[in-house]
């Protein structure tokens, strides 16, 4: 059984959902205490719930100490299966933290992981969908891996009620070395809001301020279904060596 002090440097969620995807993907139990201690409101919140839920099903394993508030559980992963699942964090959990502990399980699983996540898809203190299959996704695919999202609604704060849906393929992870990024070859940036705000041209201001620093810049205007309005500007920087 390994131990993790979960007030380790920042004292957030990141030890957490590390600790569950490398326990499952080893098959070595872990004892994870002092859970978020460095937030306000310390330890397991829904998407953590959600997230460590699921791993143990999709591993066969066993939790102890799952519940909200709750400061120190022990995981005890076995075998992992694919399959599909749905997961409802009921809230505006963030999408992407759930699959930063499922996805790098599901590359190891023994037939293809499909899950439907519903929560948020853009959500304070986390990475929004976009940069999950834009930046992580692509990372990844380097090294051999192949995700597929599809985003079916955005979901912001505070209602929540994205849905995305995610397939994560089993592979053979291979390495990579990036030392130098080369040359800056393009910037792209996409402004996202929710329909309710289409009437106040609210991407196209978001765009006409990222053009004041980024002049020259690919941008994309984009309006979406969600329940609480909100909006957001995603943007990439393509290199040369990556």
């Not at 963030?94 to 037939?111: E, K, M, R, Y």
């Not at 380097?142 to 079916?152: A, R």
């Not at 130098?180 to 106040?200: C, F, H, P, V, Y």
């Amino acid at each position: 059984m390994i131990e993790i002090d979960g007030s380790y440097l920042e004292g957030g969620g990141q030890i957490l959902r590390t600790s569950i995807a490398l326990s499952a993907i080893t098959k070595n139990g872990v004892h994870v205490y002092n859970i978020r201690a460095g937030r306000r409101k310390p330890g397991l919140r829904p998407q953590h719930l959600c997230g460590i839920k699921f791993a143990s099903q999709i591993t066969n394993g066993t939790v102890h100490g799952l519940s909200i508030g709750s400061e120190e559980l022990t995981y005890i992963p076995r075998n992992i299966k694919g399959g599909k699942y749905l997961i409802d964090t009921r809230t505006a959990g963030a999408v992407t933290l759930i699959l930063q502990v499922l996805a790098p399980i599901g590359i190891f699983a023994d037939s293809p992981l499909i899950l439907k996540i519903k929560g948020g898809t853009a959500v304070p203190f986390s990475p929004t969908i976009e940069y999950f299959r834009n930046v992580l996704c692509h990372f990844l695919k380097m090294m051999g891996c192949t995700i597929l999202l599809d985003t079916e609604r955005h979901g912001f704060y505070p209602a929540g009620g994205g849905k995305v849906f995610a397939k994560i393929l089993p592979a053979e992870l291979r390495t990579i070395e990036l030392v130098e990024r080369g040359k800056l070859l393009k910037i792209d940036a996409t402004a996202i809001s929710s329909n309710s705000l289409k009437k106040r041209n609210v991407s196209e201001r978001l765009i006409e301020g990222f053009k004041e620093i980024f002049d020259g810049a690919n941008t994309r205007v984009l309006y979406v279904d969600s329940i609480s309005p909100s909006c957001f500007v995603h943007t990439q920087a393509h290199f040369e060596k990556g």
